[in-house]
């Protein structure tokens, strides 16, 4: 059986090409000690205080790489709204979304709610002096930070993404659902379904799809896995498109199959050796289902809204 992932050493670098300005934004965010003492001081909040999962630089990182490498399987089949509006190229575009990503969850720092708003507090003293150096025109260095300032605010589970860059941001946060990222708060003691069904996921694998331009397979080594896909990664996917209803009845949904025991603490544990062909199947079957939801009209183009898909 494959390890799994190790987020310490995803490598964000390891997908930036030489010689572009997304290369140099991350250079100066990730070599930023403002930056990375706010990371920092964001998981002290998330997992020292709350109990939550890793929300610092790690979280990051392995946002940021989903999302980059979402970005590129996508940017096959559709244009970027920077593209589409002309205001810039993929470069552009690929920036965007590296720094929404890498700085959605500094807001943390202040608490976790509201923490999307937050973040956007912080960034923008930090992100104004570099973008004014990396674009020489002003309007065009606005109209970038108006990008990334959507895609953070927009990154939080309930908030429609209402461009391509914002719904990638998203997606590659909601893949960051593997075990490593809860096992602290785990090992600390935190036992409920979040923590129990996250360290059921071995790895998210972000890869291009047969049918569907994106296929996202989720790993896990037990059935329990399954309420953390729903709970966490189907909720970011629903609003990475402009879905609508059926949202809060399919999350209500998994909590009333575990509050009726079956999903119980127990029972995920109990399923720890096995990985049968049959769940296999059925994971296989749930990706998808949730693969069609990034089924795109390629027309469409300059946006993730989609109005005509429906759950089942
Ligand atoms: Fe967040
Ligand atoms: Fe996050």
Sequence with gaps: MKEFLNRDEVKVRDLLRPNTKTLQMFQFLSGSPRVQSYLKAANRMAVSRLGYTDHGHVHAEVATWNALRIFDILDETFQPNIVAEGIGDTDDARLVVLASTYLHDMGMVVHRNEHPQASLALAIPILEPKLAEIYDDPAKATDIMSFILHGIYAHDDDTQCLTFEAGITKLGDGCDLTKG??????????????????????????????????RITVAMD??????????????????????????????AAAEKRFAEGLISTHDMI???????????????????YQDSLITLDKKVGVTLVKNDVKFE
């Excluded at 996917?237 to 059926?246: D, G, Q, R, Y």
């Excluded at 109990?270 to 998808?288: K, V």
């Design 222 to 251: 037990n059935p329990a896995g399954v309420f953390q896909v729903q709970a966490v990664l189907e909720k970011k996917i629903s609003t990475s498109l402009k879905m609508k209803e059926a949202e809060e009845a399919r999350y």
């Design 270 to 288: 109990e399923y720890q050796e096995d990985l049968s062909e049959a769940q296999e199947n059925y994971i296989q079957s749930l990706i998808d």
């Design 181 to 214: 990222r809860t096992i602290i708060p785990f090992q600390k003691g935190k036992v409920d379904i979040h923590s129990v069904s996250a360290m059921a996921i071995r790895d998210v694998i972000v890869d291009k799809g047969q049918e569907k331009p994106l």
